[in-house]
């Protein structure tokens, strides 16, 4: 009894002006995603590239691994951190992830 009347009724004419809406949904939405997730993406990346190319022989750095050493040598893509009782270790510039105060590696027992 009830499925046969819904059958028998017609389709509504949509409204007009859903596809405008939906256009100025995405933009939006886009633009919602630009500075929650892009926009401060680029701001760490920057200031991680300025951090790396500020390294300097005798500064105290953290790697990404966690290993805590001091700067003996660096070139152009590589630094030489002497970790500790002239032990030397290479790593990649881009591996650094801070640099730390002076004297951080006296106040954690290394060398």
């Known amino acids: 009894m009830f499925i046969a009347s819904a059958h028998a009724q017609t389709q509504s004419a949509q409204p007009a002006g859903g596809e405008l809406f939906q256009i100025g949904f995405l933009v939006v939405l ?24 500020s390294l300097k022989k005798g500064d105290e750095v953290s790697m990404s691994s966690g290993m805590l050493g001091k700067i003996t ?10 970790v500790t009782g002239g032990l030397e270790l290479k790593f990649q510039r881009v591996h650094v992830n801070a640099i730390l105060p002076k004297g951080t590696l006296k106040s954690v027992g290394s060398d």
Do not use: C, S, W
């Open 30 to 53: 886009f633009g919602l995603f630009y500075f929650i997730a892009i926009r401060p993406q680029r701001k760490r990346q920057k200031e991680h590239t300025d951090m790396v190319g």
């Open 73 to 82: 040598a660096l070139d152009e893509n590589y630094i030489t951190l002497g």
